[in-house]
């Protein structure tokens, strides 16, 4: 799902739908009716946020880009 993603230009718009899958998929078999928030599920899940992978890979490519151009 993040392939290719440092070079994204993220805007709300794709943070929102990226955000929507991640929630969308079926992580432990919990539904609607749980009443669950997303906070919680990623705790029991131990998922990272995807927002938060995509803009540290993004980073870490800025960072090898400024370095090999010196």
């Known amino acids: 799902m993040t ?3 440092e070079t994204w230009t ?3 718009k794709t943070e929102k739908k990226l955000s929507a899958t991640q ?3 079926k992580l ?3 539904n ?3 009443r669950k928030i ?3 599920v990623m705790d029991q899940t131990k998922v990272m946020d995807i927002m938060e992978i995509i803009k540290n890979r993004t980073w870490t490519l800025a960072g090898h880009i400024i ?3 010196v």
Do not use: F, H, P
């Open 3 to 5: 392939y290719g993603a």
């Open 10 to 12: 993220l805007t709300t």
């Open 23 to 25: 929630q969308g998929m």
């Open 28 to 30: 432990l078999n919990i």
């Open 32 to 34: 609607y009716r749980y």
């Open 38 to 40: 997303n906070k919680w």
């Open 67 to 69: 370095t090999d151009g």
